[in-house]
């Protein structure tokens, strides 16, 4: 990955972390993590990967998530400056699920 691309990932990581919290800091009982970005080659398209706690929630959450990408788009843009805004997705971190199913098998 190139360093402008790695740049971009990492503060689309910190604007999206920034508004999650914002929009659900009245929702103690859960708490979502952005646990990283995937961007196009052309950075025209971006993946936002969350974790979610509790599981039991990780569906509804998922679906509000969604539902608001507009706001989160209009957010980055008023936050970061670049010629091509790109479009977001949100999906749940597998990688991050496996990790800790992994960490939890060691422990036993």
């Known amino acids: 990955m190139s360093f402008r691309r790695e740049k971009v990932c990492s503060l689309l990581q910190d604007i999206a972390a920034s508004f999650i ?4 800091i009245a929702v103690p009982s859960i708490l979502i993590s952005v646990t990283g970005v995937k961007i196009s080659s052309d950075l025209k398209k971006a993946k936002i990967l969350v974790s979610i706690y ?6 509804e959450v998922l679906e509000v998530l969604k539902s608001r ?11 970061i400056k ?6 977001f997705e949100i999906d749940i ?16």
């Open 21 to 24: 919290s914002r929009e659900f």
């Open 54 to 59: 509790p599981i039991e929630k990780e569906k």
């Open 69 to 79: 990408l507009s706001d989160l788009r209009n957010y980055v843009k008023s936050q």
């Open 82 to 87: 670049m010629k091509f805004l790109p479009f």
């Open 93 to 108: 971190d597998e990688g991050e699920k496996s990790r800790q199913r992994v960490e939890e098998l060691l422990k036993k």
